[in-house]
């Protein structure tokens, strides 16, 4: 197994505004940093040319470690273009991604090239070999988080150079001394070991079923707990978990029994730990007492150390019903506005304005799944609305793994985001909630949907009191209760308005007063509620 990378040829025919730790000081110091979009740009030109600048690979050490804070804060800042957003990305956003992997990728290279040093005998660098390999982890991940931010397949390259950096730090027996890093400044102790452990536990948490919030926040707690992780060359003895696999000559995260280049990480004492702290949040105690984060509130924290629990150490979350390979299509629409259109076969409009459908108009979008007639497509092609066509990659009693080419017209999906589904055979439209979505092979985007039980009744919905005397009506739903699955009656109303006990207004045929009791599950663009009668 080789640890060679595939870096860069050094020259002078382009020397960087610096080439020196003094006066990269100095360029620092004079350069518009505040502006994040204009400080990424200056960086990566500078990045870029000082990996194919030849200079004392100490030096180089030293002006990396200068760039590394102002890089980071222009990188973290310009991730809020595409951190979160639907897919497929809109241009902008899908440049601001660009842009940032890019830089990293420019970091990663200059501290491969002081690696490599390391690995040829540099003897200035030699003592430094574990925060180098720290570094290059460092972002390595960086870029990894990035990549999940904005749901996407990670390169099999990037696991690759990740296992040879590790291998790398292993024949210069750097991987357990302990580095110092500014980027973690709640948990700044860290380690070679740690870094790698963090990196592949990241990818180990089911990314893609996280919202960009859920995701920092596993990324805060890995800061804690990679130093709970043992790598080992030999299987545990008697582990409490069964151990993460890797073979340091593949370009995948995890491994099978035949690898060439075998190591085990021992993630008992980070069961341990993980585990201790669900118990005490249970019995009440705050998760920033449990040192989770001020941020972190009940119950989502919970729900969130459940899920990382069960993917770190129980082999990931078990399925309450079978998947099968699926087969044909199934009809998805996108949007709130767009949803109420075709399930309720009209055109939303204000309560006592009217605007009904003829019998033959309701046929047409129950047989079709559009309405022929002139005034609603054109009201329909206005407002962007479709019926989207999708394939059915697998499928289970509660919902799909659907896949569309990103060549085919269609909506942004986003994980958490409300949607409507019409499987092949199905006589109407179900509500759903893709629950996550992600770009793979290139060319196709994918998603996860959970369908919610019941026949949905297409609602409007306003406050009440005082302050909403003007307010308009809003598009909404109501399902019923299936006691079979523990599914009480509830209300889809748009993000933001659950408050428990709060009273709004429901024109289905007749204006009722209905009260808020319970948020039984929350999306980026919908709530879906328990109520009373009011």
């Known amino acids: 197994m080789t640890t060679a990378f595939d870096l860069p040829a050094f020259g002078s025919e382009q020397p960087p505004a610096f080439d020196s730790a003094r006066a990269c000081r100095d360029w ?114 960086a870029e990894l988080l990035d990549i999940y931010r904005a749901p996407t397949d990670p390169p099999a390259q990037l696991w690759q150079t990740l296992h040879r950096v590790f291998l790398a730090a292993e024949k210069l027996q750097a ?53 709970k992780v043992a790598v080992l060359n030999a299987p545990p003895v008697e582990p409490r978990v069964p151990p993460l696999l890797v073979d340091l000559s593949a370009d995948t995260p995890e491994s099978g029994m035949d690898g060439a280049q075998l190591r085990w990480l021992d993630l008992s004492e980070l069961s341990r730990s993980v585990k201790r702290r669900i118990v005490h949040l249970q019995r009440g105690e705050s998760p920033a007492s449990l040192g989770l984060g001020e941020d972190c ?20 979350a078990a399925r309450l019903h079978p998947r099968h390979t699926g087969n044909g299509t199934c009809r998805l629409v996108t949007g709130l506005d767009a949803i109420h259109y075709y399930l309720s076969g009209k055109i939303f409009s204000q309560p006592g304005q009217g605007n009904a459908l003829s019998k033959a108009q309701a046929d047409e979008i129950a047989t079709f799944g559009r309405i022929a007639t002139r005034h609603e497509d054109d009201f329909s092609q206005m407002h962007g609305f479709m019926i989207e066509e999708w394939r059915v990659l697998d499928e289970s009693a509660t919902g799909f793994r659907l896949t569309r080419p990103l060549a085919q017209a269609g909506g942004r999906v986003g994980g958490g985001q409300m949607v409507a589904v019409m499987p092949t055979g199905s006589r109407g439209f179900l509500l759903a909630v893709a629950r996550w979505s992600r770009l793979t092979g290139g060319s196709e985007l994918q998603a996860g949907i959970q369908i919610m039980p019941g026949n949905p009744t297409c609602v409007a919905l306003r406050g009440t009191g005082m302050t909403a005397i003007n307010e308009k009506y809003r598009p909404g739903f109501t399902l019923p209760a299936v006691p079979a699955l523990k599914f009480p009656e509830s209300v889809i109303v748009p993000a933001g308005w659950f408050r428990s006990g709060r009273i709004i207004e429901l024109y289905e045929q007749s204006s009722r007063q209905i009260r808020l009791t319970q948020q039984l599950d929350r999306g980026s663009d919908f709530e879906r509620c328990a109520f009373d009668k009011s």
């Open 28 to 141: 620092l110091s004079a350069q518009p940093l505040a502006n994040p979009a204009q400080a990424q740009t200056l960086l990566l030109r500078q990045a870029n040319l000082l990996n194919r600048f030849a200079m004392a690979p100490a030096e180089r050490l030293k002006i990396l470690e200068l760039l590394r804070d102002p890089i980071a804060f222009a990188q973290t800042e310009s991730a809020r273009k595409f951190a979160g957003r639907p897919l497929p990305l809109a241009p902008p956003e899908q440049a601001g991604m660009d842009a940032n992997r890019t830089l990293w990728q420019a970091v990663q290279t200059g501290y491969l090239h002081c690696l490599t040093a390391c690995l040829e005998g540099s003897v200035e660098l030699r003592p430094h070999a574990a925060l180098i390999a720290q570094r290059a982890l460092g972002s390595l991940r």
């Open 175 to 227: 991987l357990a001394q302990p580095v110092n890093d500014s980027l973690q400044p709640e948990h700044p102790a860290s380690s070679v070991v740690a870094a790698y452990a963090q990196t592949l536990l990241l990818h180990r948490a089911s990314p893609y079923e996280l919202s960009a919030r859920q995701l920092m926040q596993v990324e805060r707690w890995l800061h804690r707990w990679g130093s």
């Open 297 to 316: 509130v009940q119950p989502g924290c919970e729900n969130l150390l459940k899920h990382v629990y069960q993917q770190w150490c129980k082999g990931g």
